[in-house]
C-alpha cells in the first residue's frame, strides 16, 4: 500500500459514482487516511482488542440485487450508514475510497481488506449530498431510523 497525503478529492456524488462505475472492488474507509493506515496495514476489533488480517472498509461496488436503479442513490446510501463514524471516532476522521483484496470478515461482517491501493478523498459535502439524497426518499424506503443522525 502507497500512502498519499495527495490523494485527489471527489466533490461530487456523480464524481464518485463515476469511480464506482469504472472500477470494481471499491470500499470506502473512514479513518485518519492512507498515510496513518501504512503502518498498521490491519484494523484492530475495538471491543477485544484482536488484530484482524486487514483493514475494515465497507464495498462500494452496486450488487446485483440492486438492478438498473441509480448508481449516485447506491453510493449515497452506503455513505449514509457509516456517517457518524467521524463524529464516534474523533478528530481527523474522514472517508476515503481504496481498492484491494478481501483478507476475511469483520465482527461486523465488514470485509477486511489487503493490498490496498488508496484512491481518493470523499469530500464532506459528498457526505451531505448522499444523506439529503437518503433522507429526501422518505416514505418511499421505509423508516430509516438511525440514532445520533
Not at 471491543?47 to 447506491?74: F, H, I, K
Request: with cysteine; proline share 6%.
Amino acid at each position: 500500500m502507497s500512502a498519499s497525503d495527495d490523494l485527489r478529492v471527489v466533490h461530487s456524488l456523480a464524481g464518485l459514482a463515476a469511480l464506482v462505475k469504472r472500477y470494481q472492488g471499491l470500499y470506502v474507509r473512514w479513518s485518519r487516511g492512507p498515510q496513518t493506515d501504512l503502518g498498521a496495514t490491519s484494523s484492530t476489533d475495538e471491543l477485544t482488542g484482536v488484530r484482524m488480517p486487514g483493514l475494515s472498509a465497507n464495498p462500494l461496488d452496486v450488487e446485483e440485487w440492486w438492478q438498473d436503479r441509480s448508481v449516485d442513490l447506491w453510493v449515497a446510501r452506503r455513505l449514509y450508514d457509516y456517517a457518524h463514524l467521524p463524529h464516534d471516532k474523533g478528530p481527523g476522521v474522514r472517508p476515503w475510497v481504496l481498492r484491494g483484496r478481501v483478507r476475511g470478515r469483520g465482527p461486523d461482517n465488514e470485509p477486511l481488506v489487503g493490498d490496498v491501493e488508496p484512491m481518493c478523498w470523499i469530500d464532506d459535502g459528498v457526505i451531505e449530498e448522499a444523506r439529503a439524497l437518503v433522507l429526501g426518499q422518505g416514505a418511499r424506503w421505509g423508516t430509516l431510523r438511525r440514532s445520533g443522525r
